[in-house]
């Protein structure tokens, strides 16, 4: 592994000599099995490895970055970005790397991982206990990623990783509209749950049965952690620095003011073992665990070295990949693995506490009208399940969640004990660790 970081460190060497100031180098190679099923068949079983290379140089403020796919001609690449980067309009935003060497605390992808034959044994294990508990039909995918990593910058920081995830996704369907979606997510082959992700899949779609137009208006919401995810994947993003100092977020000036409810602590927490587990951020700084938000508090924005030094602060370790952003060809800073803490309540104990509302299991197509006040609207699929009374009474469809996202977050009154961590497709990303939560009075559209 450490010959990654050695052929980083040398493709930074040739940027230096063609005129580059600074650079950073990462390289990875990532080997992938894939398993994809639908309608309860396995379609196709693949498995392929890459290299690649992402390389950032700055010559003084004028950036530019690229993924270079072909490692044989990786020396020729990066010299025609030098020259590309002189020509670069100066950047704003750029304020230089993190200097220094560091020590890293390094992943490990355990051996059953590292060499599993059959994947698919896990896929029909997944199958079947979803038809067990009734599904008709059942899709989704499997995911086994290695990857090692190695990292240089001219600045100094230099180091390698290894990490694993294993991702199963399970959509089962009981009728043409009961579906059910569940998921796991581990960075050990041996954590991984099949049966009991077809059950759960299979038990939503079940339960989903027969739906009807639901009403608009203001009902109570308990969002499972898969739906949580798409929620906090918008939130995370806004505590970019970078987003907030362009505009693109509702956490503008509210350091130290409340953002959420008193029940929620919000963390970013790359160091633990999860499928998202970092040893060092996008410029080789040693990641760390960062309270963003603490019992309904903002605490910090996210940063790399650039924003820091704009917000007269230190990097929290976020500087995100060193591909151009939709925002800045400086380094974004980014979340890693964003975290929400476990709570006092028991999901059972939740729907038993809610009078009028809605139990809902995924969504998609999180929208924002406004990202600077946080008006946002999201499409529910999936189990919709309405509560009456603490019960759960039948199914609805064809709604939307039409509100403020920053007033949902203040509406958060009950947090379960149960955490997941969950990844799904670009809806629910980065990988999160969330619990179960009940939000109050939201609004309710129709969306169809």
């Known amino acids: 592994m450490s010959s990654l970081s050695h052929n980083a460190s040398r493709l930074v060497e040739i940027a230096r ?15 992938v099995q894939q398993v994809r099923f639908s309608n309860s068949r396995i379609d196709a079983i693949n498995s392929w490895t890459e290299s690649h290379a992402m390389m950032f140089v700055a010559v003084g403020k004028r950036v530019i970055s690229s993924d270079l796919r072909n490692l044989d001609a990786a020396d020729k690449e ?6 590309l980067g002189k020509k670069a309009p100066p950047s704003k935003s750029y304020g ?3 200097s220094g060497r560091f020590r890293y605390k390094l992943g490990r992808i355990d051996r059953k991982t590292a060499s599993v034959d059959d994947p698919a044994k ?3 294990e997944a199958i079947d206990a979803a038809q067990d508990a009734g599904a008709a039909e059942v899709g989704g995918t499997l995911y086994i990623r290695l990857s090692k990593l190695g990292i240089a910058s001219s600045a100094g920081p230099m180091g390698n990783d290894e990490g694993a995830s294993v991702e199963m996704s399970v959509r089962a369907f009981s009728q043409p509209e009961a579906s059910g979606h569940a998921v796991s997510c581990t960075p050990s082959i041996k954590e991984l749950k099949p049966r009991e992700v077809g059950e759960q899949a299979a038990e939503l779609s079940m339960m989903a049965r027969n739906p009807v137009q639901g009403d608009e ?10 739906f949580f995810g798409s929620i906090t994947q918008s939130v995370s993003h806004m505590v970019s620095a970078l987003r907030v100092e362009i505009g693109a977020s509702m956490f503008t ?33 040693p990641t760390r665990k960062n309270v963003i938000i603490k019992d309904g508090v903002l605490k910090t924005y996210l940063h790399s070295t650039s924003t820091a030094k704009k917000f007269k602060t ?3 370790a976020n500087a995100g990949p060193l591909i151009p952003t939709a925002f800045s060809y400086a380094t974004e800073p980014i979340p890693f693995h964003p975290v929400v803490l476990p709570g006092d309540w028991n999901v059972d104990e939740i729907i038993a506490d809610t009078r009028r509302g809605l139990y809902l299991n995924n969504t998609w197509y999180t929208r924002f009208q406004n990202y600077t006040t946080g008006e946002f609207s999201t499409i529910p699929r999936d189990a919709i399940l309405r509560i009456k009374d603490g019960e759960i009474i039948g199914a609805v469809k064809n709604i939307r969640i039409s509100d403020n996202m920053m007033s949902l977050w203040k509406s958060m009154d009950a947090v379960s004990k149960q955490v997941q961590e969950v990844y799904w497709w670009d809806e629910a990303a980065p990988p999160s660790t969330l619990p179960t939560v009940r939000a109050r009075d939201v609004t309710i559209t129709r969306s169809a």
């Open 17 to 31: 000599k063609e005129g580059a100031t600074d650079a950073v180098c990462e390289v990875e190679d990532l080997a």
């Open 78 to 83: 990066v010299r025609a970005l030098v020259e």
């Open 96 to 98: 230089g790397l993190a």
């Open 122 to 124: 896990y896929v029909r």
């Open 217 to 226: 208006g203001k009902l109570d919401v308990i969002i499972q952690p898969l």
């Open 253 to 285: 000036k509210k350091i130290g003011k409340k953002v959420a409810s008193d029940e929620i602590t919000f963390i970013d927490e790359p160091t633990v073992e999860s499928t998202s587990r970092r040893a060092f951020d996008h410029e080789g700084v």
């Open 314 to 316: 230190k990097t929290t």
